[in-house]
């Protein structure tokens, strides 16, 4: 989304054009480049519609899988064409592509300006002639729609998930104190922000390091008394040594949302033992009902990986058997991607392209079936909306239940009711679809 704050004087100057891709944590980390940049006087633009000749373009990159990385390289060689044809000014590559493959980056792509790592702000920003703020802890120019805000509590991981590349792009576990992360939610209160969405690679480790043991429910209170805060949300939760508390602080707050995001992978012990997710079968299916038993209208969103090394028939049974049977609220899956210096990469890649994503479809059928189900119960039941954005003839809205992007959405057709973005309202649900609701608001 373009987000732009300039002055005349500062259209003079280099403008400095951010490109995000890849996750929410990007995001974040594009929204903090950001905030150093205007603090520092610069023009920043966060994907501007038109480019000028003057343009610095900062690309932030994915490195995660095949699909993010290819889509970062393609926008990489894309801007480094455009420098050529003298459209833009200068190319400067960050983030996790950047991190996990620098060397090979400076070899291949020989005409952008400089690479910079997950790790490397003060660089960066003295690259472009700008200095490292320290004073604006948690101040940054958000792209998203300033009601919601994406709230990074820690980063890095210290899991040893077999497939996974993350932590040798994002290092080890580090947890944001309890204090800066107040501060910083009281500046995105004061600037209008109404959700924070808590996210890390692994949110339930959060204090481990830091406090010597699990503190987001402590951290959860804290934010939860932030005035102006209405929704708090998890993503990213991890199974093994789930701390049960925070589902006390989930009960106990009306504002944090009985939503809770955990990557669960996969379900057969075989899977989930060469993954080294650290949990089993039944551990798995223990720990969800031990979640739903304690808030029973929890929404409960996971993703899985479908083709990982070894999988086979009959653990693809056992997943499709266990989603039908756990209906999750919310589901994601994806193709398992065969990552360099990960531990399953001294496996054999056996499962074919083509059967990886037949298993995926397979699964996100059975999920469009259980949420078209799960939507019917729905209609004729009354809901707090956030109104998110207006399109065409319709407002776009969520639920306390989903999670912008990747959830359901509530459509509220704006000729009959209209309530501006960033506001809440109380909808009737009168139509429900796999993955949409419909309906009317009935009060602001
Ligand atoms: S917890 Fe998540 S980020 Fe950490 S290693 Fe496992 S999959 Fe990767």
């Known amino acids: ?112 300006d400089s690479y910079f790592g997950t790790n490397d702000l003060p660089d960066l920003l003295s690259s472009i002639g700008a200095d490292y703020k320290y004073e604006l802890i948690g101040e940054r ?89 209405e929704w708090i949300r998890l993503q990213y939760a991890y199974p093994s040594g789930f701390p049960m508390d925070i589902l006390d602080v989930m009960n106990e707050r009306s504002n944090i949302c009985n939503y809770l995001d955990m990557p669960l992978q996969h379900i057969s012990d075989s899977m989930l033992g060469s993954m080294r997710r650290g949990i089993t079968r039944q551990k798995t299916i223990d720990l969800v009902h031990a979640i739903r038993d304690k808030v029973p209208d929890i929404a409960l969103r996971t993703t899985l990986i479908c083709g990982y090394p070894g999988e086979t028939e009959k653990d693809f049974e056992e997943m499709k058997e266990w989603i039908t049977e756990t209906r999750f609220d919310r589901l994601g899956c994806f193709t398992y991607s065969h990552e360099e210096k990960t531990h399953a990469y001294e496996f054999h890649d056996d499962v074919p392209e083509k059967l990886k994503q037949d298993r995926v479809e397979t699964i996100m059928g059975i999920q469009q079936e259980i949420s078209f189900d799960k939507n019917q119960d729905k209609v004729g039941r009354i809901y707090k909306v956030l109104i998110d954005k207006k399109e065409g003839n319709y407002l776009i809205g969520r639920t306390e239940y989903d999670s912008p992007e990747v959830d359901n959405e509530v459509l509220i057709d704006s000729r009959i009711s209209y309530a501006s973005p960033g506001s809440f309202v109380k909808v009737k649900i009168d139509r429900a679809e796999d993955f949409d609701l419909y309906g009317q608001i009935v009060k602001i």
């Not at 890095?156 to 040798?168: H, Q």
């Not at 995105?188 to 429910?217: C, F, M, P, V, W």
Request: charged letters at 25%; proline letters at 3%.
């Open 1 to 112: 989304m373009k987000t732009k704050i300039n002055t005349m004087a500062n259209e003079a100057k280099p403008r400095i054009n951010v490109i995000t891709l890849g996750c929410s944590k990007n995001i974040h980390d594009s929204e903090v480049l950001m905030g150093q940049l205007r603090a520092n006087r610069m023009n920043v633009i966060h994907e501007a519609d038109t480019l000028r000749q003057d343009d610095i373009i900062v690309i932030n990159t994915c490195g995660f899988i095949d699909n993010a990385k290819q889509e970062s390289i393609d926008t990489i060689l894309q801007y480094s064409e455009l420098k050529e044809q003298g459209k833009i000014s200068k190319v400067i590559v960050i983030g996790c592509l950047s991190e996990r493959y620098k060397p090979e980056l400076e070899a291949e792509i020989k005409n952008v």
């Open 141 to 229: 120019l958000l792209t998203t729609p300033s009601h919601f805000a994406y709230f990074k509590i820690a980063e890095g991981c210290n899991r040893p998930c077999s497939f996974c590349a993350i932590p040798l792009m994002r290092g080890k576990h580090v947890s944001k104190p309890i204090e800066d992360l107040v501060k910083e939610a009281k500046y995105l209160a004061k600037n209008g922000t109404k959700e924070l969405i808590l996210i890390a690679q692994d949110l339930t480790y959060y204090g481990l390091d830091l406090y010597s043991k699990r503190n987001l429910a402590d951290l959860l209170r804290k934010l939860s008394d932030v005035d102006g805060i």
